[in-house]
T-cell receptor
Framework: KAGVTQTPRYLIKTRGQQVTLSCSPISGHRSVSWYQQTPGQGLQFLFEYFSETQRNKGNFPGRFSGRQFSNSRSEMNVSTLELGDSALYLC??????????????FGPGTRLLVL | GESVGLHLPTLSVQEGDNSIINCAYSNSASDYFIWYKQESGKGPQFIIDIRSNMDKRQGQRVTVLLNKTVKHLSLQIAATQPGDSAVYFCAEASSGTYKYIFGTGTRLKVLA
């Protein structure tokens, strides 16, 4: 099976712009989680989606949002970008209801640089 | 490559030796624990997991130990190889939440 894929892999934006990142989970996985990784804060949970519904949310401002489509693909959006949003954004998928139903498998991430 | 963390604790081991990476977790309610390996420029890769009803679990060359009394998790890597060089993260979760809390990470350097 193909792993979790994320597009784009690299992105450069300027302050005030918005950005949309995409994630395709492992085939058959219906839960998608998003994390932000920075050198200073480490890996921090953003939100988790299952069957197009956000089930859990981390402590990030409302500028960070996401959604999930009926095919389980997910997008996250960051509006009004700030310099501090520069990070590696990681997506993970989980095979809820199947074997290893709580294990999250990560994609390669999208590296976002805000100038 | 890209730096995962600028001030991560580093463990340096000789090739062929055993490595032990430690992690303190924060939430007494956590009942699922996972170790990930992250190489430069890549996403975290699943290594091994353990549930709170177990104290020890073994995989191929890796063993995870869980001490719930002191909220401590460790990852043992046998016969460490150059390919094991990476940053290792522990993560904790409560069943059904799908919200992982990650540790700060440990950089493992394997010396030839």
């Amino acid at each position: 099976k193909a792993g979790v894929t994320q597009t784009p892999r690299y992105l450069i934006k300027t302050r005030g712009q918005q950005v949309t990142l995409s994630c395709s989970p492992i085939s058959g996985h219906r839960s998608v989680s998003w994390y932000q990784q920075t050198p200073g804060q480490g890996l921090q949970f953003l939100f988790e989606y299952f069957s197009e519904t956000q089930r859990n949310k981390g402590n990030f401002p409302g500028r960070f949002s996401g959604r999930q489509f009926s095919n389980s693909r997910s997008e996250m959006n960051v509006s009004t970008l700030e310099l501090g949003d520069s990070a590696l954004y990681l997506c993970a998928s989980t095979n809820v209801g199947g074997p290893r139903q709580e294990t999250q498998y990560f994609g390669p991430g999208t590296r976002l640089l805000v100038l | 490559g890209e730096s995962v963390g600028l001030h991560l604790p580093t463990l340096s081991v000789q090739e062929g030796d055993n490595s032990i990476i430690n992690c303190a977790y924060s939430n007494s309610a956590s009942d699922y624990f996972i170790w990930y390996k992250q190489e430069s420029g890549k996403g975290p890769q699943f290594i091994i997991d353990i549930r709170s009803n177990m104290d020890k679990r073994q995989g191929q060359r890796v063993t995870v130990l869980l001490n719930k009394t002191v909220k401590h998790l460790s990852l043992q890597i046998a016969a460490t190889q150059p390919g094991d060089s990476a940053v290792y993260f522990c993560a904790e979760a409560s069943s059904g939440t799908y919200k992982y809390i990650f540790g700060t990470g440990t950089r493992l350097k394997v010396l030839a």
